[in-house]
Nanobody, 124 residues
Framework: QVQLVESGGGLVQAGGSLRLSCAAS????????MGWFRQAPGKEREFVVA????????SYADSVEGRFTISRDNAKNTVYLQMNSLKPEDTAVYYC?????????????????WGQGTQVTVSS
């Protein structure tokens, strides 16, 4: 069993920054891609960003490209999401997820374990 625990969410003003962390338990972390998704109130959960097993390949949603950066530290079993220039429309619950294989994809069915989420609220 794999457990994913997100942290780092909170309330920030527009233009500010936050850094989310996702800590994974177990040994099966380094060989898998990881992703971040988010769900805003009244909306479906959507893809934000993904990273492959080594960190050498990343994929971003157009809405966050250039503002968000994903990274991972396999020695610490942790994936990070640095969020800069935050906008009110970034307000959502952010979830990290483990990919079923080594790559990071943009569709939810490619992920088999999910964290419980961390709230990010951006005020205008």
């Amino acid at each position: 069993q794999v457990q994913l625990v997100e942290s780092g969410g909170g309330l920030v003003q527009a233009g500010g920054s936050l850094r989310l962390s996702c800590a994974a338990s177990g040994r099966t972390f380094s060989g898998h891609g990881m992703g971040w998704f988010r769900q805003a109130p009244g909306k479906e959960r959507e893809f934000v960003v993904a990273i492959n097993w080594s960190g050498g390949s990343t994929s971003y949603a157009d809405s966050v490209e250039g503002r968000f950066t994903i990274s991972r530290d396999n020695a610490k079993n942790t994936v990070y999401l640095q969020m800069n220039s935050l906008k009110p429309e970034d307000t959502a619950v952010y979830y990290c997820a483990r990919s079923k294989d080594y790559s990071g994809k943009d569709y939810q069915n490619s992920y088999d374990y999910w964290g419980q989420g961390t709230q990010v609220t951006v005020s205008s």
